[in-house]
């Protein structure tokens, strides 16, 4: 059972940046796939990131693709999201997520078994 505790979420100005920390218990870390999710109000949670076991392939949602980077530390059982050039649309809760199997896609919500409790961005206009 992996328990997962996002930080570094907060209020930001457009063309800020924000880096956010998942940190993951519980469970040999290096075992899961990793990605961020995010949930506007009103809207549904929606597939931002997602990266390998050890690191070495990363996937992005076209909407933050070349402003975000993904990235894990094994040693420290973490996985970020560093985020640049922040949009008023980025505003929302963002999630981590485990798993450790992937049957068709890391990018599909429903193949993550894991979830933190959320982390709230706000990107100011």
């Known amino acids: 059972q992996v328990q997962l505790v996002e930080s570094g979420g907060g209020l930001v100005q457009a063309g800020g940046s924000l880096r956010l920390a998942c940190a993951a218990s519980?469970?040999?870390?290096?075992?899961?796939?990793m990605g961020w999710f995010r949930q506007a109000p009103g809207k549904e949670r929606e597939y931002v990131a997602a990266?390998?076991?050890?690191?070495?392939?990363?996937y992005y949602a076209d909407s933050v693709k070349g402003r975000f980077t993904i990235s894990r530390d094994n040693a420290k059982n973490t996985v970020y999201l560093q985020m640049n050039s922040l949009k008023p649309e980025d505003t929302a809760v963002y999630y981590c997520?485990?798993?450790?199997?992937?049957?068709?896609?890391?990018?599909?919500?429903?193949?993550?078994?894991?979830w933190g409790q959320g982390t709230q961005v706000t990107v100011s206009s």
């Open positions: 997520a485990a798993t450790a199997y992937v049957q068709s896609s890391p990018t599909k919500r429903n193949e993550y078994n894991y």
């Open positions: 519980g469970g040999t870390f290096s075992s899961y796939v």
């Open positions: 990266i390998s076991r050890y690191g070495s392939t990363t």
